[in-house]
């Protein structure tokens, strides 16, 4: 028997081409929903300005065919479950009717549509019109972009429902998105930056390395490309640094240092930006110390602790490091970062300096 594909999946995907293309086109990145997690958004665009990512983004409901034109142009058919869900989206969602056969697109903000119509989330009628006048195409891209991005997605409104969906950490992508419209449209609130931080400890994974990344936003850290789209305020950044110093401690720090891969601590990796946190706690030198001896720990672990702890103490008291490197040889001695540790040492003893993580 032979597999069947519905004529809809072929006529959909036609509009998801037609629809990227033009974001492409204008250097943003879409990026498809798997149809597994699709629970009522196609596609995210990440907005790009002038060849620097933004951190702004939109979910993009995405219907293709000539069923959807109306008299007055077109119309988005859904129902209650999808208004509610679309209402509740801390981040902008978009449509786009695409017409095949006329070759053309019009777009409507729908999180705005509901925004203006709340009585029909609850009461109907469940259609959002879309007018001809708001074409989606290459021309009108810019002005589309301006649009979606201008709208007050950083008011209290929807800082409560990033919020929301960031507390759901056990589901993924909920947390994600909720993540990413914390740093995209709420940065430069103090609270966005309590709430990370102190939710570091309980979310595990995935997730907390992607939120570890946002919170190597807060460091120095030379390898961060600042612009318009991540700058944070000044008041907001010198209060995150402080909590982040008088916050983290030994079960974050541990936590930390084991995201680190197998690109160790070079420029641009995982490791790098745990190193940048880590140098930030204010117990930094105890914390990474107790680890490093600590024998309960993994193996790579204590490496890992042990490797900061040298270039971290290195500023303070070469003799220090030298004995620390003395006592972990001597206490692991079979393990294989002692070859390393003992050139470190050398180098130490000779240059009085091992130069900087990630140069």
Not at 239 to 256: D, M, Q
Request: charged fraction near 20%; hydrophobic fraction near 40%; aromatic fraction near 14%.
């Amino acid at each position: 028997m032979t597999t069947r594909r519905k004529q809809t999946a072929g006529t959909s995907s036609e509009g998801f081409h037609f629809v990227g293309g033009i974001a492409t086109g204008a250097n943003c990145i879409i990026q498809k929903v798997d149809e597994g997690n699709d629970q009522g958004n196609d596609a995210y665009i990440e907005f790009i300005s002038g060849e620097v990512a933004t951190s702004l983004f939109a979910w993009v409901q995405i219907k293709t065919g000539a069923s959807y034109r109306r008299s007055d142009g077109y119309a988005i058919p859904a129902d209650r479950e999808h208004f509610e869900y679309w209402n509740n989206s801390p981040v902008p969602v978009v449509g786009v009717v695409y017409d095949p056969e006329r070759k053309f697109a019009a777009w409507i903000n729908i999180s705005e549509y509901l925004r203006s119509h709340p009585d029909a989330i609850e009461n109907g009628p469940y259609s959002i019109p879309v007018p001809v006048s708001n074409a989606f195409s290459a021309e009108t891209f810019e002005s589309f972009k301006q649009q979606v991005i201008s709208y007050n997605y950083s008011s209290d409104f929807y800082f409560g429902r990033s919020l929301e969906y960031f507390a759901d950490y056990e589901d993924h992508q909920r947390c994600m998105i909720g993540l990413g419209s914390l740093f995209a449209y709420h940065r430069n609130r103090k609270a966005t930056w309590f709430y990370l931080i102190q939710s570091f400890r309980s979310i595990e994974g995935i997730s907390a390395v992607q939120l570890m990344k946002v919170l190597g936003h807060l460091p120095n850290n030379p390898y961060v490309f600042w612009h318009s789209g991540n700058i944070l305020d000044a008041n907001v950044e010198k209060y995150g640094k402080s909590l982040l110093a008088k916050t983290f401690g030994r079960e974050e720090v541990l936590k930390l240092i084991s995201f680190v891969d197998e690109y160790g601590f070079a420029a641009g990796s995982l490791g790098y930006v745990v190193s940048t946190i880590v140098f930030a706690v204010r117990d930094a030198q105890t914390i990474l110390e107790a680890l490093a001896f600590d024998a309960a720990i993994s193996e790579d672990q204590r490496a890992n602790a042990m490797f900061l702890l040298i270039h971290y103490s290195q500023f303070n008291s070469v003799d220090f490091c030298l004995e620390a490197i003395d006592r972990y040889v001597a206490a692991f001695s079979d393990t294989e970062d002692c070859e390393l540790f003992n050139l470190m040492k050398e180098t130490l003893a000779r240059e009085g300096f091992l130069g900087y993580l990630g140069t």
